[in-house]
């Protein structure tokens, strides 16, 4: 699926890295916890998250995931987005719960990896 199919999905925004938005993936997971997941080892994942610090752009970094949807209407801050943007991480921003967010991707076909 597509992260513009995705973003449909969640009605989510994306706030960088719109030139990469016909780029696909595979899998997602759900945490708040970075060091649940900096023990991943799946290719082509995205994260799902209410967790809205640097912290979540330099996990990603660390664990080659090139999308993040942040939850719970949580705004990105200019920081973030720019650190995001130096890395090449496409961040989007939904309204939805990360329980919301994570039944429709899994009903779209997205795997879990759990």
């Known amino acids: 699926m597509t992260i513009k199919e995705i ?6 925004t994306a706030i960088c890295c719109e030139d990469k938005l016909s780029s696909t993936v595979e ?8 060091s649940d997941v900096l023990t991943l080892e799946k290719e082509n994942m995205l994260l799902i998250t209410g967790l809205a610090n640097l912290q979540v752009i330099r996990t990603a970094e660390m664990s080659d995931i090139f999308c993040i949807i942040f939850a719970r209407n949580k705004k ?5 987005i720019s650190l995001a943007r130096e890395n090449n991480i496409i961040l989007i921003e939904s309204p939805h719960s990360v329980f919301h967010i994570s039944g ?7 795997k879990s990896i759990y």
């Open 76 to 80: 990105i801050g200019g920081e973030i």
């Open 104 to 110: 429709e991707l899994y009903k779209a076909g997205i």
């Open 7 to 12: 973003i449909g999905k969640v009605d989510g």
């Open 27 to 34: 899998y997602a997971f759900a945490s708040d916890l970075m």
